[in-house]
């Protein structure tokens, strides 16, 4: 297999960045993980050279800072399952959000962008140009739909919470540092558009079996279609 991506320079320099983060908030961060914690499969296959288990293994290099951040889902929430005891009133602390894809600092329409949205079909996530970071820096950057959506949310909590918000832009949350430790981009551009092939015949098949949509399908076709 051909090598696109530095597995062991990712780990340094992704350890190393979130290291940063937490010093930016006095020792005290809450990170939130998007995506598969020890089986990315799909990183695997679209950064040929990243192992499924790289953010379990780098969280091992920051065993002596980390903490266990339990998410609730909303469901829950409106069945009123909020546990009482998770929470700390008065404790000062940061908060950013550690996501693999999309991959920031990558173009829009790069292959292994697209192969996150066909990812995600189900889901229908869009990859989007950051507007807050564009208007901010003057600089494009990479992010979705929803991230984009909630933020300005996001800084009215940190508004109300630290009396200011430290982002501003959802891009700024983000500690991801996979982008820089593409080696070969030729390589992972094809990975990525094997990747986008094996999503649609996989979402033709369920819509054969009577699982899927044919909303799912149509999406990832035009998918296909920007990754020729």
Not at 120 to 125: E, G, H, I, R, V
Request: with cysteine; proline share 4%.
């Amino acid at each position: 297999m051909k090598i696109g991506f530095d597995n062991d320079k990712y780990l340094k320099m992704q350890s190393e960045h979130i290291r940063e983060r937490i010093n930016q908030f006095g020792n005290k961060l809450y990170l939130e993980f998007g995506g598969k914690l020890f089986d990315d499969y799909h990183a695997s296959r679209v950064l040929p050279g990243f192992e499924p288990d790289s953010k379990l293994r780098m969280l091992m290099q920051l065993s002596d800072q980390a903490e266990i951040v339990i998410v609730i889902s909303a469901a829950d929430i409106d069945k009123n399952k909020v546990r009482g005891d998770l929470y700390k009133r008065g404790v000062k602390a940061g908060y950013a959000k550690f996501e693999t894809f999309p991959i920031w600092n990558i173009p829009l329409k790069h292959p292994v962008n697209l192969a996150y949205e066909a990812a995600t079909a189900d889901l229908n996530d869009v990859n989007m140009i950051d507007p807050f970071h564009l208007e901010a820096y003057g600089e494009t950057t990479i992010n979705y739909n929803r991230d984009v959506e909630v933020f300005p949310v996001l800084q009215a909590m940190f508004e109300k919470i630290m009396g200011e918000c430290p982002y501003k832009s959802p891009t700024d949350m983000g500690v991801n540092m996979a982008g820089n430790c593409i080696v070969d981009d030729e390589v992972c551009k094809e990975a990525a558009r094997q990747e986008i092939i094996r999503r649609y015949y996989k979402s033709m098949e369920a819509l054969v079996r009577g699982t899927g949509r044919e909303e799912e399908v149509y999406k990832i076709e035009l998918l296909l279609k920007q990754a020729p």
